[in-house]
């Protein structure tokens, strides 16, 4: 809020308020230079931008684009945090997840900032009978572990309340999650599994350890599927829904059956749709909650991981800064639990050095940004504000269509559900081809002289059920190929860029030329005469003014000594001798893959 000096004095109070509609005169005259005569509403929708779920991102908001109180934090409807004091006593939960019986690095992790651990056991992970030699040296009164088992839940919580029995940790004492969730295992891996018996490990709990949850609602695999943000949101409230079902239906009461899920859900770089999703997440939540009768126990809790979708394996440096601003999202988005991966997860298991800065990138913005000192630091932002609102119906109109299909169990085996991702998938991976979605060191600045980062390969995940995506995925595929005809021959693809002109006619479209074809792992030669290069495939790049003048006498001439084919940076025009064009918004990924097609790399 603003404060007014001690003499009232207001700055701006001798200046007139300005209309919304005088702002959207104001824009329309401005595009009106760009070309665009457009008024109104229009002018200010010239400016706004796309995203899923059928969400716009407008430029303004004011205090006209109104959205529900979000209430109180600690309080129903719960947007503003799950519990009153959020995260502000000791940050939010700094969790590691670990893979492999490596009982070193969990205690390295542990000693340096780790709160609580992640870890998968069974087939893809560690042995249920490895659980005692991966915790030795594990105060397990201190610090929380979070078992994702898939199948072998049963087991490997035996093995863990076991453990928690031989060490002398008092029921009241133990903290964490036993990770039972039938949906998500199914989800993966195509396989059920009976939920009776996780049903009973929550009674369990529940009488028992008041300090353990028995059932996760992971919505991590619908996100890794390519599921848009309200895709994940409805398949957790339906997973969450199904699981309140199960329980109740077990003898639970509603509010004990709550207390027994945690939600886990996907932050990624794009800071603000990942607080309006998280936000979103307990508003949604508490609603059920209201309906089945428990308005009170309807605080969800989140656990975030970093998105393994926005992961890349080339140039893997730049995940450090994809992963700290989707922590920082995570953070201020309130959520309670957050999994920071390692910059080389893609590439395998992780060292000591990515497994130190996954965990400092928490530390720091925790620590030194003091992040989690205020609850819900986005809450009050217009913007924030309603696109949490229509994030929330549009992730509600989701689980009403799962539930329309009879619930999450029966979305999967239909494979309605895995047809609506990949429909979500294939508009996103549009506009990755595109390049309308940059990723940074794959499809923009790529360097294709980079050492590749070799790391240990990690256990096969679970598979069989919905796919796992990756943003890097159609130009990882073109490397690949460059790679291997690097490694067969000596040598990379080559394409020869022709400047025409000085350079500054030519060196924006040279540049732009350059980091398109890297793209596709095709090395562009600028120096020599094309003769010289060793390519047969040549790209224009000057101004359109020159092209008029030299393009066609120049292709003609590139033609004639061996050039197989011409292309032109630069929007689609009558050129003769030209055989393609290259521009912002053509299909990048169509174009490379037929350049290494002609050029016999396969």
Same mark, same amino acid.
């Given at each position: 809020m603003t404060v007014l000096p001690d003499d009232g004095l207001e700055p701006a109070g001798e200046f007139p308020d300005v209309t919304h509609e005088q702002w959207q005169h104001l824009v329309a005259g401005v595009l009106r230079k760009a070309g665009k005569d457009v008024e109104g509403d229009a002018a200010e929708e010239a400016l706004s931008t796309a995203l899923e779920d059928g969400l716009r991102t407008r430029p303004l908001y004011t205090a006209r684009d109104g959205a529900p109180e979000p209430g109180l934090p600690g309080f129903a409807p719960f947007v503003r945090g799950g519990r009153p004091e959020g995260n502000t006593v000791g940050g939010w939960d700094v969790r590691?997840?670990?893979?492999?019986?490596?009982?070193?690095?969990?205690?390295?992790?542990?000693?340096?900032?780790?709160?609580?651990?992640?870890?998968?056991?069974?087939?893809?992970?560690?042995?249920?009978?490895?659980?005692?030699?991966?915790?030795?040296?594990?105060?397990?009164?201190?610090?929380?572990?979070?078992?994702?088992?898939?199948?072998?839940?049963?087991? @490997? !919580?035996?093995? +863990?309340?076991?453990?928690? $029995? /031989?060490?002398?940790? *008092? &029921?009241? =004492?133990?903290?964490?999650?036993?990770?039972?969730?039938?949906?998500?295992?199914?989800?993966?891996?195509?396989?059920?599994?009976?939920?009776?018996?996780?049903?009973?490990?929550?009674?369990?709990?529940?009488?028992?350890?008041?300090?353990?949850?028995?059932?996760?609602?992971?919505?991590?695999?619908?996100?890794?599927?390519?599921?848009?943000?309200?895709?994940?949101?409805?398949?957790?409230?339906?997973?969450?829904?199904?699981?309140?079902?199960?329980?109740?239906?077990?003898?639970?009461?509603?509010?004990?059956?709550?207390?027994?899920?945690?939600?886990?859900?996907?932050?990624t770089a794009d800071?603000?749709?990942?607080?309006?999703?998280?936000? @979103? !997440?307990?508003? +949604?939540?508490?609603?059920? $909650? /209201?309906?089945?009768? *428990? &308005?009170? =126990?309807?605080?969800?809790?989140?656990?975030?991981?970093?998105?393994?979708?926005?992961?890349?394996?080339?140039?893997?440096?730049?995940?450090?800064?994809?992963?700290?601003?989707?922590?920082?999202?995570?953070?201020?988005?309130?959520?309670?639990?957050?999994?920071?991966?390692?910059?080389?997860?893609?590439?395998?298991?992780?060292?000591?050095?990515?497994?130190?800065?996954?965990r400092n990138t928490s530390t720091i913005l925790i620590e030194e940004s003091h992040l989690s000192r205020v609850i819900d630091p986005a809450g009050g932002s217009w913007y924030v504000e309603r696109l949490t609102d229509e994030l929330a119906q549009a992730g509600w109109e989701f689980f009403q269509w799962i539930e329309q299909l009879g619930g999450q169990a029966s979305a999967l085996r239909s494979q309605r559900l895995g047809q609506e991702l990949a429909r979500t998938w294939e508009a996103r991976s549009a506009k990755l081809a595109k390049r309308r979605e940059p990723v940074t060191g794959v499809s923009e600045f790529p360097f294709l002289a980079e050492k590749p980062v070799v790391r240990e390969a990690a256990p096969e995940p679970r598979s069989g059920g919905l796919p796992r995506v990756r943003r890097d995925e159609a130009y990882e595929a073109l490397r690949a190929r460059s790679d291997a005809h690097l490694a067969a021959t000596g040598s990379r693809p080559r394409i020869f860029l022709a400047a025409i002109g000085p350079a500054a006619a030519h060196t924006a479209r040279l540049t732009f030329a350059s980091n398109l074809f890297q793209a596709g792992g095709v090395e562009p030669v600028t120096e020599g005469t094309f003769a010289e290069s060793g390519a047969t495939e040549v790209c224009l790049c000057s101004s359109d003014a020159l092209y008029e003048e030299r393009a066609e006498d120049l292709a003609a001439e590139l033609r004639a000594a061996g050039a197989a084919h011409v292309f032109l940076a630069g929007r689609p025009g009558q050129h003769a001798g030209v055989d393609g064009y290259v521009f912002a918004g053509c299909d990048a990924v169509s174009v490379l893959s037929s350049t290494l097609d002609r050029m016999g790399v396969s």
């Amino acid at each position: 809020m603003t404060v007014l000096p001690d003499d009232g004095l207001e700055p701006a109070g001798e200046f007139p308020d300005v209309t919304h509609e005088q702002w959207q005169h104001l824009v329309a005259g401005v595009l009106r230079k760009a070309g665009k005569d457009v008024e109104g509403d229009a002018a200010e929708e010239a400016l706004s931008t796309a995203l899923e779920d059928g969400l716009r991102t407008r430029p303004l908001y004011t205090a006209r684009d109104g959205a529900p109180e979000p209430g109180l934090p600690g309080f129903a409807p719960f947007v503003r945090g799950g519990r009153p004091e959020g995260n502000t006593v000791g940050g939010w939960d700094v969790r590691q997840r670990h893979s492999t019986a490596d009982g070193g690095a969990v205690l390295a992790d542990l000693e340096n900032g780790v709160t609580s651990l992640w870890l998968t056991v069974g087939e893809d992970g560690i042995p249920v009978s490895s659980l005692d030699r991966v915790l030795d040296g594990v105060f397990l009164d201190l610090a929380p572990v979070v078992l994702d088992a898939g199948a072998d839940v049963e087991a @490997a !919580a035996e093995e +863990l309340l076991r453990l928690y $029995a /031989e060490r002398g940790v *008092a &029921p009241e =004492a133990a903290r964490g999650n036993l990770g039972a969730d039938p949906l998500g295992h199914e989800a993966r891996t195509g396989q059920t599994f009976d939920i009776t018996p996780a049903a009973g490990l929550a009674r369990r709990c529940a009488e028992e350890y008041p300090g353990l949850r028995a059932f996760t609602v992971d919505a991590l695999p619908y996100h890794e599927a390519g599921g848009s943000a309200a895709q994940e949101l409805g398949c957790s409230l339906a997973t969450g829904v199904a699981y309140l079902r199960a329980l109740t239906e077990a003898g639970m009461g509603v509010e004990q059956a709550c207390a027994q899920l945690e939600f886990r859900y996907a932050a990624t770089a794009d800071q603000f749709l990942t607080i309006a999703k998280l936000r @979103a !997440a307990r508003r +949604l939540w508490a609603r059920v $909650a /209201e309906v089945c009768g *428990a &308005p009170a =126990a309807g605080g969800q809790t989140q656990h975030a991981v970093t998105s393994p979708v926005m992961m890349t394996r080339r140039d893997p440096w730049v995940n450090m800064l994809r992963t700290t601003v989707a922590t920082l999202a995570a953070g201020a988005g309130g959520a309670d639990s957050v999994t920071v991966l390692p910059f080389d997860d893609a590439l395998g298991l992780p060292d000591a050095f990515a497994r130190r800065i996954a965990r400092n990138t928490s530390t720091i913005l925790i620590e030194e940004s003091h992040l989690s000192r205020v609850i819900d630091p986005a809450g009050g932002s217009w913007y924030v504000e309603r696109l949490t609102d229509e994030l929330a119906q549009a992730g509600w109109e989701f689980f009403q269509w799962i539930e329309q299909l009879g619930g999450q169990a029966s979305a999967l085996r239909s494979q309605r559900l895995g047809q609506e991702l990949a429909r979500t998938w294939e508009a996103r991976s549009a506009k990755l081809a595109k390049r309308r979605e940059p990723v940074t060191g794959v499809s923009e600045f790529p360097f294709l002289a980079e050492k590749p980062v070799v790391r240990e390969a990690a256990p096969e995940p679970r598979s069989g059920g919905l796919p796992r995506v990756r943003r890097d995925e159609a130009y990882e595929a073109l490397r690949a190929r460059s790679d291997a005809h690097l490694a067969a021959t000596g040598s990379r693809p080559r394409i020869f860029l022709a400047a025409i002109g000085p350079a500054a006619a030519h060196t924006a479209r040279l540049t732009f030329a350059s980091n398109l074809f890297q793209a596709g792992g095709v090395e562009p030669v600028t120096e020599g005469t094309f003769a010289e290069s060793g390519a047969t495939e040549v790209c224009l790049c000057s101004s359109d003014a020159l092209y008029e003048e030299r393009a066609e006498d120049l292709a003609a001439e590139l033609r004639a000594a061996g050039a197989a084919h011409v292309f032109l940076a630069g929007r689609p025009g009558q050129h003769a001798g030209v055989d393609g064009y290259v521009f912002a918004g053509c299909d990048a990924v169509s174009v490379l893959s037929s350049t290494l097609d002609r050029m016999g790399v396969s």
